[in-house]
């Protein structure tokens, strides 16, 4: 008779699962908490102090950690040495191993969790179990994920055993497994202790969905969320349209970075590739709509729109008369839901806008490589500006260089923004120079631009784009400040009554 060792702390399916392996045959080991589930529901098991000959000892600590347990996971079973060994040692084979770990991960995220209940939830009989029999898969299989049982025993009941593929397939998935659960553990200790960029680090995601291509048809692509995924696009709920592609999750992800960026009033985001193409607050959602529009309805065309606020009615019938890919809210109303589901291939999300972000670091990779940063989360107040020329912005201009600041680091360097009536007005992005991006955002903005205020990532190396925002009727500016020629900017500045302030520090977005 055949001997499946099971001990888990996930019961899903776990009553359906060892039933089909005793109806095939098997003798059940189990431990613990598992051992009395089966129990209870009438399946038969032996103990592991039954096999080991010794009891579990320290809280359950050290119960599977016996060499009747490793050596039987670990037999060679086609090695003439290996098979005398596990005869004289009295050693019964083991032919298949389901086991899943302590809630590691669950434990860690609880509200008020103590460090002693993480330390204690972190799993070793387990792991090692699992890496005893996966090492040997050439003879026995190892189902740690419940979402394996049917499989398993289908192929079981069909064949008399799993194939070999089926095994190495199996072994595969542990490895990945422990794997994941150590570098939690690491990382949990690592944060713990401060180490901020220690010498290896480990990253761990779980896979959302699949995708239908990459950034393009001929590249292949797959959407993973990390382990805290609060204020993420990985915790959206898709209500209604076609699955996400890459660039859908990409432009959606940076859609609502600038969304929280602007708690507090409702707010709308307009954007395309990447880039705002229009950000608007009000005293409403469906105003704050209508200055996110008006700001370039022609390059929404396609794009990807977020609120911080309900979609109402209102909102829903001047949203569905645009080709849009995605609407992220909070929710939407009954009857904004019915309008925008008729269309067959919108996206309509739900993301809780309230969630904290619980991101710490950037991350970008490189050819076989990885930049980490902190996120950029650098907020400005007014008290914190430093107004450099003789005029100092009015209460207005201040409000509108604030919100236009909040919106330019959003914006792919080199980056200008101009902003009036808590609306961006002209967007220049993306440029190998400053004053080409001045220019694309003054031209956007057209006549709107007399009254406005400018904002800029970085600082004026020349006066150039401070001339050309004289030209256009610009009223103040905010940059960081901080270049050797930053007085030549002061003094065109100064000429023509504009206001300037300094933020003393920048936001490049490459």
């Given amino acids: 008779m055949k001997r499946a060792l099971v001990s888990v702390s996930d019961k899903t399916n776990l009553v359906e699962f060892v039933s089909g392996l005793v109806d095939l045959g098997y003798e059940i080991i189990s431990t613990g908490g598992t051992k ?54 009295g050693i019964e084979y083991i032919d298949l191993v389901c086991v899943n770990l302590y809630p590691f991960k669950q434990t860690v995220q609880k509200p008020g969790v103590s460090h002693e209940e993480i330390i204690e939830n972190i799993d070793i009989g387990g ?220 996206r309509l999300m739900t993301l809780d806008t309230t969630l904290p972000v619980d991101t710490t670091y950037k991350f970008t990779n490189v050819n076989d490589g990885l930049l980490v940063q902190d996120i950029d989360d650098k907020k400005i107040s007014e008290e914190e500006l430093r107004c450099v020329t003789n005029r100092k912005p009015t209460a207005e201009e201040m409000e509108q260089l604030l919100f236009a600041w909040k919106v330019v680091k959003h914006v792919k360097s080199n980056a200008i923004v101009l902003a009036k009536d808590n609306m961006t007005i002209g967007v220049g992005a993306g440029q190998m120079n400053r004053v080409g991006a001045a220019r694309i955002a003054i031209e956007q903005a057209g006549e709107k631009a007399k009254g406005s205020v400018m904002s800029s990532d970085a600082f004026f190396p020349m006066p150039d ?27 065109v500045c100064n000429e023509h009554g504009i206001a300037m302030v300094y933020t003393g520090c920048r936001h490049f977005k490459h």
């Fill in 36 to 89: 009395k589930t089966l129990e209870a529901a009438g399946i038969k098991t032996i103990g592991i102090s039954d096999v080991t000959g010794f009891p579990e000892i320290m809280d359950g600590r050290v119960k599977t950690l016996h060499p009747k347990v490793h050596g039987a996971l670990l037999c060679v079973r086609d090695n003439p040495d290996h098979v005398r060994q596990i005869k004289e040692l």
């Fill in 127 to 346: 792991p090692s179990m699992l890496r005893s029999a996966s090492k040997n898969y050439k003879f026995i299989p190892v189902i740690c994920d419940p979402n394996d049982y049917d499989a398993v025993l289908n192929e079981i009941k069909e064949n008399g055993e799993t194939s070999l593929k089926t095994r190495e397939l199996l072994a595969a998935k542990v490895f990945r497994h422990t794997a994941q659960y150590d570098a939690m553990i690491a990382n949990y200790l690592t944060e713990r202790t401060g180490e901020k960029y220690p010498e290896k680090l480990t990253l761990t995601f779980d896979k959302v969905q699949e995708l239908r291509y990459g950034e393009n048809p001929h590249q292949s692509a797959a959407f993973y969320k990390g382990m805290h995924p609060q204020y993420s696009l990985a915790n959206a709920k898709q209500l209604h349209g076609k699955e996400l592609s890459y660039n859908n999750i990409q432009d959606g992800n940076a859609a609502i970075e600038i969304l929280k960026d602007f708690e507090g009033k409702p707010a709308a985001v307009g954007l395309k590739h990447m880039n705002p193409c229009g950000v608007g607050i009000g005293e409403t959602i469906e105003e704050a709509w209508d200055k996110a529009y008006e700001a370039d309805p022609v390059s929404i065309f396609g794009g990807i729109v977020a609120f911080n606020e309900p979609v109402n009615k209102a909102v829903a019938e001047k949203l569905a008369n645009i080709f849009l890919e995605i609407i992220i809210a909070p929710s939407f109303d009954a009857d904004a839901f019915d309008i925008l589901s008729k269309k067959k291939n919108i």
């Fill in 465 to 491: 784009t401070v001339e050309e925002a004289v030209k256009a009727g610009v009223t103040a500016i905010i940059q960081p400040g901080g270049s050797i020629k930053d007085q030549l900017s002061i003094d």
